[in-house]
């Protein structure tokens, strides 16, 4: 298999392939048209840490910085401009991947301020003000999937909003996403929305899962445990797609499907391994289904261009065996219920983190141009 063909098979099986990684950078260099052109990548998604690394890097971002000192802006208003205004650059970029998909990709997300993960109401104003400030149609807007996170999905579906749904891990929790996925597009159909305009992806995280259950694995040390390593995060994305398929297979869907709905696809996140024992490529080739969506951050996008071997559906065949590989780690004694809530706030505790990083750094930044400028 030549480069790119692996790219190109991905996408042919139905696998839109999007770049986990966004900087102003990438954006002005032409690297992310290039990525479009040659790597068939339909799509970008960011995250608070994404954002931290690319403004403290400081590529491109001397300018504006300067101009929001000479303002006098809040470091809170500051991180807005910058980051909408790179998220509104790469949509510019995606638009005709927008056009020509029908709305399905050329997407571009950003996330509403992690502080906010468990507050319902100021999620539901964060997604309106971002909205309304990236002024792209083709913008989606994450919000994490905690518990206060649900109803802010279905109230921002409703308005018309399209969403990223982020920080699932749980099939429980994934469930209820797309219930609250469903209950927004009801809102949206009584209230007279065209719901042809509304998207959405759910981001399924799945490396951070084999991260956390190989260490108790480790720690039993047995060989039933040492031969469940590296198979409960495949097994839970594979479940969560039949669940997916059990949702658009109901009567609930099939009439809002009839009111012209899209379905709200799984997107496969946190691709990226991190153990080195495993293929670096495992999180793509072993994730392949129609209606995906694979966000990978670039090493894995040129690794999977390079050695991956795409060899079609490697997701429809194996929830027996998935769910049994979940079933054995229970016989092990590893409680799925207290690894996935331990990463659901993990997550959002390392966005908040890294949201807070970013603050600082662009306060010492504003604060130091503004005193050059005086």
């Known amino acids: ?32 048209a290039g990525l479009i052109e040659s790597r068939h990548v339909v799509g970008v998604t960011t995250n608070p840490s994404i954002f931290q690394k690319a403004i403290s890097g400081g590529d491109g971002y001397e300018g504006q910085l300067a101009d ?27 638009r005709p991947v927008f056009e020509a998909s029908g709305g399905a990709d050329g997407r571009v997300s950003i996330e509403v301020d992690p502080r906010f993960a468990h507050d319902t109401a100021a999620t539901i104003a964060e997604a309106e003000q971002l909205a309304w400030l990236v002024d792209r149609p083709n913008a989606l807007i994450k919000i994490p999937a905690t518990r206060a996170g ?17 920080l699932i891990f749980s099939l429980e929790r994934y469930r209820e996403v797309m219930d609250a996925y469903q209950a927004g597009l009801e809102k949206a159909r009584a209230a ?3 719901l042809a305009t509304i998207h959405s992806v759910a981001s399924f995280f799945v490396s951070r899962v084999d991260s956390e259950i190989d260490k108790r694995l480790d720690a039993l040390g047995t060989d039933a445990a040492k031969a469940l390593k590296g198979r409960a995060a495949l ?8 669940a997916y398929e059990e949702v658009v297979a109901g009567e609930r869907w099939s009439a809002l499907a009839a009111a012209g709905a899209n379905p ?15 293929p670096d490529t495992l999180y793509v080739t072993e994730l392949v289904a129609p209606g995906t969506v694979n966000t990978m951050p670039e090493p894995t996008l040129l690794a999977t261009e390079d050695h991956g071997v795409v060899s079609g559906d490697t997701i429809t065949g194996g929830y027996e065996q998935a769910a049994a590989d979940l079933d054995a780690l229970a016989g092990l004694g590893v409680s799925y219920d207290e690894v996935v809530q331990l990463l659901e706030d993990e997550g959002v505790a390392k966005f908040e983190q890294a949201w807070q ?18």
């Open 1 to 32: 298999m030549s480069k790119t063909d692996a790219l190109k098979r991905l996408s042919d099986e139905g696998v839109a392939i999007w770049l986990d990684d966004l900087s102003r950078r990438r954006i002005a260099s032409g690297d992310l």
């Open 68 to 94: 929001l000192a000479a303002r006098k802006v809040t470091v809170d208003e500051a991180i807005r401009m910058i980051t909408t205004a790179d998220v509104r650059d790469a949509a510019d970029v995606l």
């Open 150 to 166: 649900l109803p802010a999905i279905t109230e921002v579906i409703g308005r018309g909003i399209s969403v990223n749904v982020t």
């Open 192 to 194: 007279g929305l065209d």
């Open 235 to 242: 097994a839970n994305a594979r479940l969560a797609y039949q």
């Open 264 to 278: 709200q696809r799984p997107l496969w996140a946190s691709t990226g391994v991190k153990d080195p024992a495993y």
């Open 357 to 374: 990083e970013l603050l600082d750094s662009t306060e010492a930044a504003l604060a130091r141009l503004a005193a050059k400028g005086a």
